[in-house]
């Protein structure tokens, strides 16, 4: 079993809509959670660190859930420009405090 | 501007090559780190560095070595040795040690390297 897994999608969902991802983590001594955002060849960017229960920016919600092991991610009102590849990393797990394992993502793709 | 470079965008070598990798960042971070990406997996991390003149294996560092003579500068060296090159490389970087709070990593742009 992968220490962290992603539904690899695709989500597809029209603007407008409310979708929500889950990345399922492992090892229960994980300490830090991270989204990125990563477009179609271009790197990962930070979306939202989650350190305990939970993160709010915007239309975007991170939810931790410690008991069963695993992170949400919430995006309300969807648009077009959401369309990405979601990731999920870990860190405090296996590879240690300052190492971060991440999840193979999650495609979103939202149409008009 | 301040940021994380990685150079070039694409490389394009001949197997039994080595080559180089630059990523370098104006951030002031003292960690650094090197992944790898293939095409529907996830990232994984070939070395990292926490400090000038150190640097730790990561999961997947056979094949590859690392220097860290200065602060700002982290390059990746992808030998022969390498079974399956191809791949997109990120570099990243962080103020400490990631996962703690003020301590995200961010990446730069990638490389792109194909071996034929």
């Known amino acids: 079993r992968k220490e962290v897994e992603q539904d690899p999608g695709p989500f597809n969902v029209p603007e407008g809509a409310t979708v929500a991802f889950n990345c399922t983590y492992s090892?229960?001594?994980?300490?830090?959670f991270f989204w990125y955002r990563q477009d179609c060849r271009k790197e990962p960017k930070l979306l939202m660190s989650?350190?305990?229960s939970g993160n709010e920016d915007g239309r975007f919600t991170a939810q931790l859930n410690r008991a069963s092991q695993y992170i949400s991610l919430l995006i309300r009102d969807s648009k077009l420009s959401d369309s990405a590849t979601y990731l999920c990393?870990?860190?405090?797990?296996?590879?240690?405090?300052?190492?971060?394992?991440f999840g193979a993502g999650t495609r979103l793709a939202v149409h008009p | 501007d301040g940021g994380i470079t990685q150079s070039p965008k694409y490389l394009f070598r001949k197997e039994g090559q080595n080559v180089t990798l630059s990523c370098e960042q104006n951030l002031n971070h003292d960690a650094m780190y090197w992944y790898r990406q293939d095409p529907g997996q996830g990232l994984r991390l070939i070395y990292y560095s926490q400090i000038v003149n150190d640097f730790q294996k990561g999961d997947i560092a056979e094949g590859y070595s690392v220097s860290r003579e200065k602060k700002e500068s982290f390059p990746l060296t992808v030998t022969s040795a390498q079974k399956n090159p191809t791949a997109f490389y990120l570099c990243?970087?962080?103020?400490?040690?990631?996962?703690?709070?003020?301590?995200?990593?961010?990446f730069g742009p990638g490389t792109r390297l194909t071996v034929t």
């Open positions: 989650v350190y305990s």
């Open positions: 990393a870990v860190a405090g797990g296996s590879g240690g405090y300052n190492k971060l394992i």
């Open positions: 990243a970087s962080s103020i400490g040690l990631a996962g703690g709070p003020g301590n995200e990593q961010y």
């Open positions: 090892n229960s001594a994980s300490q830090s």
